[in-house]
């Protein structure tokens, strides 16, 4: 593996680095216009980061990045088919999947994510808070569908969504279904728009969600239903909504709604999604919940 590394090493890199020297030392003029260089490219990052650290773009910088350092491991360990690959897609593919591919861009968010930090579980306490915070979700969610009372709640996962956070109005609170159902209590000020949950907190109210523009979804439904298959669409984010004309709760997720769900059947949803996910309970209440979720779709 050591020869590999060497060979992969341009045969001429020391002697650039050793004229490089040189010529720092014949002019130290150039030494001084390699500081300010090195200066300006810093500040540059600086300054990019502070732009992105609390969007969504971040995630996709470190997917991006994940691609690069890969793409050099292969050069160097002369995995010539996986480096042609990876050397076309940063080519010509990262553009695209930035300007016009939703769903791969989704993709480099989620390898940018922490979600590989998670592959050894999480440990008893949190999946019980987990669950009661789902059930508090629940029984707000259906609190509000008695008396029909539109609502968006928005939980965020492992694609973080401190853009569309940044839309509404933050409150970083404990999540309570009190709290929830006054939230959407018609002609209050927060009641419009989505309250989004990140962290195990109610982080933001009134929200601004994209809304899903395709042909194939019904024209019947409002601008809820639309925003949560959007906000479902272009994160992993899942959006639970409760219908004003009807008291339906629905739930949206990689931009499909499932529609009209019962309590029972919201709780088993969620349960799948935010600790099964990742492998915080047994494989025996796994099994039983995927067979409850599958009769209720």
Known sequence: MISNFINGIPTNFGNVILNYTQQLYDNPFKFITLIVDIVIVVLLFIKLFKIVKDSRAAQLLRGIAIIIVAMALSSILQLNILNYILTAF??????LVVLFQPELRRSLEE????????LFGIDKDIETKTKEEIY??????????????GALIVIERDIEIKD????????????????????FVPKTPLHDGAVVISGGRMKAAACMLPLAGDKDIARELGTRHRAAIGISKESDAIAIVVSEETGKVSIAKDGVLIADVREDALKKILIKNLIQKNNIISKEENKETKEEVKKEE
Not at 90 to 95: A, D, L, P, R, S
Not at 136 to 149: D, M, P
């Open 90 to 95: 940063m080519t010509y593919g990262v553009v």
């Open 111 to 118: 390898l940018g994510s922490n979600k590989i930090t998670r």
């Open 136 to 149: 508090k979700i629940a029984i707000a969610a259906f609190e509000l569908s008695k008396t029909k009372t």
């Open 164 to 183: 569309i956070i940044a839309t509404g109005v933050l409150m970083d609170a404990e999540i309570s279904p009190q709290l929830l159902v006054n939230i």
